[in-house]
C-alpha cells in the first residue's frame, strides 16, 4: 500500500483529481481492450480505494464508455484523456491511469498480464515476471480489477 496524496489531471488540466492512497500491486496489462483504451502496448493502471479518490475539478466534464458488461471507462469529455475505470455493479476500488498522474510515482510494476496478446511491435526487455493471461489465483492480487471482481474468469483485463 502506498499512502502519500497524490494529484492527476487530463491533458486540457479542467479535470482533477487526488488520491490519498493507492493499494499495490499493479501489472501492466497487454489485453486487446487495455491496448485499444490506451492507444499502446499495454495500460498502467493502479487501484485506488473509491473513499481514497477524488475529484476536484470538472466532474461535470467527465463522460463515460462501458466497454464491456459492467466495465465503465471515465475519460475526460473535453480532451479525452482516459482517467480512471470503475469494474463491477459495486466497484470498492477505482482504477486509475497511471499516466494521468501529476505527481511522481515510483512503485515498480509486479508484472506483465495478458502477454499472449501483446503487440507484435512490443518487445518486453525488463525482468518483470510474464503471464499468459490472468496470474493464477494466489499468486498476484490485482485490486479492482476483474480478476479480482470475477475470480480470473473474464478474457480482458
Wanted: glycine share 8%; hydrophobic share 35%.
Amino acid at each position: 500500500m502506498l499512502e502519500s496524496p497524490l494529484d492527476g489531471s487530463c491533458m486540457c488540466g479542467r479535470v482533477r483529481f487526488q488520491i490519498d492512497k493507492v493499494i499495490l500491486p499493479y501489472v501492466l496489462c497487454h489485453c486487446n481492450s487495455c491496448k485499444k483504451a490506451t492507444g499502446s502496448a499495454y495500460a498502467a493502471n493502479i487501484a485506488v480505494p473509491l473513499e481514497d479518490f477524488q475529484l476536484i475539478e470538472g466532474a461535470d466534464l467527465i463522460q463515460t464508455y462501458e466497454s464491456s458488461p459492467g466495465k465503465v471507462r471515465h475519460f475526460c469529455g473535453s480532451c479525452a484523456t482516459p482517467l480512471y475505470t470503475l469494474v463491477g455493479e459495486k466497484p470498492k476500488f477505482t482504477r486509475v491511469r497511471l499516466g494521468s498522474l501529476d505527481s511522481d510515482f515510483s512503485a515498480t510494476p509486479a508484472a506483465h498480464i495478458f502477454v499472449q496478446s501483446k503487440a507484435d511491435w512490443e518487445s518486453i526487455t525488463d525482468s518483470l515476471p510474464q503471464f499468459s493471461e490472468w496470474p493464477e489465483p494466489g499468486i498476484l492480487n490485482i485490486p479492482g480489477s476483474r480478476q479480482s471482481t470475477h475470480n480470473g474468469q473474464r478474457p480482458d483485463g
